[in-house]
């Protein structure tokens, strides 16, 4: 019969310095993915309400020339004329040139809005993660209570 050969490799067993770097490691990339989730939050921020003005800016350039167009066309009708069809036409053209970039506007705020979205859940994750891990350390950091020796009880 055919004995079974055991492999010669011996497992190696973690020695207490290799694992307390690492943890070390892991605690210190926490703490800076925790740093750089704050930085770009704060500019994420700044560039979604940047796109935010700009489209309600957008928005409301629409609406007013929408307005104006109107005047412009009643003005038109009741005394056609060059300068009044030459100003409807300007407005129109205005119009169009604004609804054309609104959209856009619209979907990069909301492409913007939703990656800082992504970006707020991650930080709070990480962030919990750093508190708790924090507050283990203090734990297992604490010194150990001295216990007070009972008196016995006098035999009565």
């Known amino acids: 019969m055919a004995a079974k050969k055991k492999s010669a490799r011996k497992k190696?067993?973690?020695?207490?310095?290799?694992?307390?770097?690492?943890?070390?490691?892991?605690?210190?990339?926490?703490?800076?993915?925790?740093?750089?989730?704050?930085k770009a939050i704060?500019?994420?921020?700044?560039?979604?309400?940047?796109?935010a003005t700009a489209?309600?800016?957008?928005?409301?350039?629409?609406?007013?020339?929408?307005?104006r167009k109107k005047t412009a066309s009643n003005k038109l009708k009741?005394?056609?004329?060059?300068?009044?069809r030459k100003a409807l036409n300007a407005v129109v053209?205005?119009?169009?040139?604004?609804?054309?970039?609104?959209?856009?506007?619209?979907a990069v705020k909301a492409a913007a809005a939703a990656e800082l979205a992504g970006l707020k859940?991650?930080?709070?994750?990480?962030?919990?993660?750093?508190?708790?891990?924090?507050k283990a350390d203090k734990l297992l950091n604490k010194p150990a209570k001295k216990r007070k020796k009972r008196r016995k009880a006098p035999a009565a």
């Open 121 to 134: 859940s991650a930080s709070k994750r990480v962030t919990a993660y750093v508190k708790s891990l924090e």
């Open 78 to 84: 009741s005394a056609p004329g060059v300068e009044t």
């Open 42 to 51: 704060d500019v994420r921020g700044k560039e979604v309400k940047k796109l």
């Open 55 to 67: 489209a309600k800016r957008l928005s409301k350039k629409r609406a007013t020339l929408l307005k």
């Open 12 to 38: 190696t067993v973690v020695k207490s310095a290799v694992l307390s770097k690492k943890i070390e490691s892991a605690i210190a990339a926490l703490t800076e993915a925790s740093e750089a989730g704050a």
């Open 93 to 106: 053209k205005e119009l169009t040139a604004v609804s054309k970039q609104a959209p856009k506007a619209r």
